[in-house]
């Protein structure tokens, strides 16, 4: 085949040491494993406790166990795209240090933020560029420090999120693999529904802000749930119809994990059978532009060449999707 698609040719990951558990959370906040498995699906998450490191660290890492496993020569990257809500800093793009760390020093980079379907939009992006033909190797990061924006007294969001993250190498495939269709929504409603109030434009940081607690992320929980629930199962439904797939056609779900309530909903949506549903929710919580890289890296030596992926995902703003891949390699 003369067309272009972008395939995933390897994947890599990252989570700190440092485990936070149901257990510990018990001792922080009014709640319990039980109340928290049974809306969440979350057991644990992991948590970055070095305060000089930040996102570029957990991305750097996770761009390096790609690089070592795939026998990947950085140099000939020709693009670094980082997925992520919580940048290093703001104006230098956390992306370009990346790159420079890990010896990209041939690629241009820069940062992709639409909170927890940045990974998800960050694929499109990749795959448009591959398929332009002037690219050849994309490295596409998600990576959150999550606990550096957690309010550790704020139950409905600490018991909720992790710190993680995964990478995926994108290139050409001429055997009609990899991406083959995309549907990407977003609507501003969500913009009052899952938020920081201060630190940009609109709300700078000031004595104020800090004192009140307006550096931290804030979620409607019971309005994010709705509106999750149906933006992930609608798209995950309609792009199975638009490319004419059945439930046995699908392979594998790889889901966002942010609620394990969600993730079957998605799942019984589109009639998927339990087994193909992936989730790591349980071990990481929710780590926003992470969790499709960790599911990857999780699960890649259960897929096989041509198998059928429906990502979804869903995130603040609002933003939404969902993407099709055909699997384009055997991890032996």
Same mark, same amino acid.
């Given at each position: 085949?003369?067309?272009?698609?972008?395939?995933?040719?390897?994947?890599?990951?990252?989570? =700190?040491?440092?485990?936070?558990?149901?257990?510990?959370?018990?001792?922080?906040?009014?709640?319990?494993?039980?109340?928290?498995?049974?809306?969440?699906?979350?057991?644990?998450?992991?948590?970055?406790?070095?305060?000089?490191?930040?996102?570029?660290?957990?991305?750097?890492?996770?761009?390096?166990?790609?690089?070592?496993?795939?026998?990947?020569?950085?140099?000939?990257?020709?693009? /670094?795209?980082?997925?992520?809500?919580?940048?290093?800093?703001?104006?230098?793009?956390?992306? /370009?240090?990346?790159?420079?760390?890990?010896?990209?020093?041939?690629?241009?980079?820069?940062?992709?933020?639409?909170?927890?379907?940045?990974?998800?939009?960050?694929?499109?992006?990749?795959?448009?560029?591959?398929?332009?033909?002037?690219?050849?190797?994309?490295?596409?990061?998600?990576?959150?420090?999550?606990?550096?924006?957690?309010?550790?007294?704020?139950?409905?969001?600490?018991?909720?999120?992790?710190?993680?993250?995964?990478?995926?190498?994108?290139?050409?495939?001429?055997?009609?693999?990899?991406?083959?269709?995309?549907?990407?929504?977003?609507?501003?409603?969500?913009?009052?529904?899952?938020?920081?109030?201060?630190?940009?434009?609109?709300? =700078?940081?000031?004595?104020?802000?800090?004192?009140?607690?307006?550096?931290?992320?804030?979620?409607?929980?019971?309005?994010?749930?709705?509106?999750?629930?149906?933006?992930?199962?609608?798209?995950?439904?309609?792009?199975?119809?638009?490319?004419?797939?059945?439930?046995?056609?699908?392979?594998?779900?790889?889901?966002?994990?942010?609620?394990?309530?969600?993730?079957?909903?998605?799942?019984?949506?589109?009639?998927?059978?339990?087994?193909?549903?992936?989730?790591?929710?349980?071990?990481?919580?929710?780590?926003?532009?992470?969790?499709?890289?960790?599911?990857?890296?999780?699960?890649?030596?259960?897929?096989?060449?041509?198998?059928?992926?429906?990502?979804?995902?869903?995130?603040?703003?609002?933003?939404?999707?969902?993407?099709?891949?055909?699997?384009?390699?055997?991890?032996?």
């Amino acid at each position: 085949m003369n067309t272009i698609t972008a395939a995933i040719t390897a994947v890599g990951a990252y989570v =700190p040491d440092f485990v936070l558990s149901n257990e510990v959370l018990e001792t922080l906040v009014e709640t319990n494993d039980e109340w928290i498995t049974s809306r969440t699906g979350i057991k644990e998450r992991r948590i970055l406790k070095d305060d000089s490191k930040g996102t570029s660290y957990l991305a750097i890492k996770a761009a390096e166990d790609l690089i070592a496993k795939n026998n990947i020569n950085p140099a000939e990257i020709d693009l /670094v795209l980082l997925g992520t809500t919580t940048p290093d800093m703001p104006v230098a793009a956390t992306a /370009v240090y990346v790159a420079s760390q890990i010896g990209a020093v041939n690629a241009f980079a820069y940062d992709l933020q639409a909170a927890c379907s940045s990974f998800l939009f960050g694929m499109s992006t990749a795959s448009a560029y591959i398929e332009s033909g002037r690219y050849k190797k994309i490295l596409l990061i998600g990576a959150d420090k999550m606990s550096s924006i957690i309010d550790y007294t704020d139950r409905a969001t600490c018991i909720i999120f992790g710190d993680g993250a995964g990478a995926v190498l994108f290139e050409p495939n001429h055997e009609g693999l990899g991406f083959q269709d995309e549907i990407l929504r977003s609507d501003g409603i969500g913009r009052e529904f899952l938020k920081i109030e201060a630190g940009g434009s609109l709300l =700078p940081a000031s004595k104020e802000t800090v004192e009140n607690k307006q550096h931290y992320v804030f979620q409607d929980g019971k309005t994010v749930f709705k509106y999750a629930v149906s933006g992930m199962a609608d798209v995950s439904e309609k792009i199975m119809e638009r490319n004419n797939l059945t439930k046995e056609d699908v392979n594998w779900l790889v889901a966002h994990q942010a609620n394990r309530r969600i993730i079957d909903a998605t799942a019984n949506r589109m009639g998927l059978d339990e087994s193909k549903v992936l989730v790591n929710i349980q071990k990481y919580g929710n780590t926003t532009s992470a969790t499709l890289p960790l599911l990857l890296n999780d699960f890649e030596k259960q897929f096989k060449k041509g198998d059928n992926l429906i990502f979804a995902a869903f995130g603040g703003g609002f933003t939404w999707g969902s993407i099709y891949m055909k699997w384009a390699y055997d991890k032996q």
